[in-house]
């Protein structure tokens, strides 16, 4: 037999006979199986899951659950074909051993793989003091069970909410609580919401939005305490400036941690930002290696990207979560020549105080920001970051139509400032300073972040051991 | 019934509002919100509203439940 031949013939008896095992149960890890499936992968295939729910869909969580409009459990994930899979939910991925291409699950149980995705996403930044987070009333918002139970929180018709951080999740929750009815407080230690992912131009708005709705919104403070009564439920905060505010209900969306405590020890490229991997989503060793055998995708990966100077990006996105799952799943039953990048432009969506908020490329990685079309003053407009003269990203406030043409755009690194779509100009089309916080200045932290290693800044030093 | 809409191709067209209103709404002018378990009865509507989305970002279940089997 000719050496493609053989490979041939190994490709194929890896699709009918390989193990593959997916630790993750939720967007990355369903798509994943689904796509291996779809791939033509027919071997013994084990999805692990540690929430007991089957894969659910987290977006509407912070919009119609809490809203009360849909039940929490009502946002199971359609299915899109069947994945005659084992499915192993309610218990954890404690350990992996790639030497013998075990995992170790909670139960004691080990899964043998021959190739692995990991798909373990993130979880949500608890409130640091763990006595105040434990007081009843004080809630986080990554799963279902959390939005439930702030949902019923609401209904009960708190005297007030305060939501701590004000990134994309605690300002869509304040949206929501405007929408009830229900008084709130919004304090952000950053010049304003949303700063850490669109800017301070951008934020300016989205602080005067949050006021024109009624929001009592109090920028570049931090809570110092929550405080509780008797009964143990959290009835103030104290914050940095001085003040208190009493709330029955405090949101602490102060961002993510990865899940990746339990790949300590597997000799991969994990540590808080996430799992290295490479376009194609497969991991990095501790030296930075490709591994052949493990696979990563969604809000745990991160990978160079080819538009933005192949710098690492960890993507909290929905449509990252689905195309590189994608991606890993079409490259674990294939062979180079034939690998695919996930090379996704960044996406992300909102809804808040009535307004559509998307986003595509990477904002932070722009320094400049221009208004394209529309009028800020309506809530409708498209604005363009810049770097070094090229585009790097567009957000839409109520624009959504033409995100499509920015990320083209984007793509074609086009000039910064872009050629004006003639349409809906607006009347200032002069770039201006994008005003992102320094790194270090504590904001909510964006959904995108670089996190690769830049060669102006010589921040790390390698010492090999002796 | 299970469905998904992609909201980052969705572009606010509101041809599935109009085909089905109980399942879309617009919460302002552009941000659409929906409900991602509609009632099997709604089936009809629902699939008519997918086939209507101008971006085919209506993503609309296509297992049975039976296939669906989850073992906890
Ligand atoms: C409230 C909310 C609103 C959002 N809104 C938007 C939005 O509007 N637009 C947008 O683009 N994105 C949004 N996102 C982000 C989007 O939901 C995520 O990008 C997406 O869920 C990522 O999917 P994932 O599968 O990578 O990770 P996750 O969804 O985090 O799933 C990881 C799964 O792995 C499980 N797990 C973790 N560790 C282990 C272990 N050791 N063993 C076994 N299982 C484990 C976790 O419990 C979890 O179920 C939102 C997220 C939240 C929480
Ligand atoms: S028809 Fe499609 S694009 Fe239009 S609002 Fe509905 S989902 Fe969005």
């Known amino acids: ?466 | 019934m299970r469905i998904v809409v992609d909201l980052n191709r969705c572009q606010g067209y509101a041809q599935c509002v109009f085909l089905a209103p109980e399942v879309f709404q617009l919460n302002g002018e552009e941000a659409l919100v929906y409900e991602p378990n509609p009632d099997d009865g709604r089936r009809l509507q629902v699939e008519r509203a997918a086939a209507a989305c101008p971006v085919q970002a209506i993503v609309v279940e296509r297992l049975a439940a039976a296939e669906r089997s989850v073992a906890s």
Request: hydrophobic content about 40%.
């Open chain 1, 1 to 466: 037999m000719t050496v493609a031949a053989t490979l041939a013939e190994l490709v194929r008896d890896f699709r009918a006979n390989g193990r593959i095992v997916i630790v993750g149960a939720s967007l990355a890890g369903l798509r994943g199986a689904e796509a291996l499936r779809a791939e033509g992968f027919t071997g013994p295939l084990t999805i692990i899951g540690d929430e007991p729910y089957e894969p659910y869909d987290r977006p509407p969580l912070s919009k119609q659950v809490l809203k009360g409009w849909v039940p929490a459990d009502h946002t199971a994930l359609p299915r899109l074909r069947a994945l005659d899979a084992q499915w192993r939910l309610g218990v954890a991925a404690t350990g992996l051993d790639r030497a013998t291409k075990h995992v170790l699950l909670a139960d004691g149980e080990q899964v043998p793989y021959d190739r692995l995705l990991i798909a373990t996403g993130t979880r949500a930044r608890p409130w640091p003091n763990p006595d105040e987070a434990a007081l009843e009333g004080v809630y986080t918002l990554r799963s279902r069970d959390d939005a439930a139970g702030l949902q019923r929180a609401l209904a009960a018709r708190p005297s007030r909410v305060l939501v701590i951080g004000a990134g994309f999740i605690g300002s869509e929750a304040a949206s929501v609580c405007r929408d009830l009815d229900i008084p709130v407080t919004v304090a952000e230690r950053g010049s304003a919401p949303l700063v850490g992912a669109l800017g301070g131009v951008i934020g300016e708005i989205a602080a005067q939005m949050q006021r024109d709705h009624g929001v009592d919104l109090r920028c570049g403070v931090g809570v110092s305490s929550l405080e509780g009564d008797a009964g143990g439920h959290v009835r103030r905060a104290h914050l940095s400036d001085g003040t208190t505010v009493a709330a029955d209900v405090v949101l602490a969306s102060l961002g993510s941690i990865r899940n990746v405590e339990w790949l300590e020890g597997s000799g991969l490229a994990a540590g808080f930002w996430g799992v290295g991997c490479d376009a194609g989503g497969r991991a990095f060793d501790i030296n930075g290696v490709a591994t052949d055998s493990v696979y990563v995708a969604g809000d745990v990966a991160r990978a160079p990207h080819v538009l933005y100077e192949y710098q690492f990006l960890a993507m909290e996105h929905w449509d990252n979560a689905v195309l590189g799952a994608q991606a890993a799943a079409h490259n674990m039953v294939n062979l180079e020549p034939h690998y695919r990048p996930n090379l996704l432009l960044p996406g992300f969506w909102s809804g808040q105080f009535g307004v559509n908020i998307k986003s595509v490329g990477v904002p932070p990685f722009g320094d400049e920001i221009v208004f394209t079309q529309g009028s800020v003053k309506d809530r409708r407009f498209a604005a363009a970051y810049g770097r070094r003269g090229r585009i790097v990203a567009a957000v839409t406030f109520n624009h959504g139509r033409w995100l499509e043409y920015y990320g083209r755009l984007i793509q074609e690194s086009a000039p910064f400032p872009p050629p004006p779509p003639g349409w809906d100009r607006p009347d200032d089309m002069k770039p201006m300073p994008a005003d992102f916080p320094e790194p270090g200045v504590p904001t909510a932290v964006p959904d995108v972040v670089l996190t690769g290693h830049d060669p102006n800044e010589r921040r790390a030093e390698f010492r090999p051991r002796r």
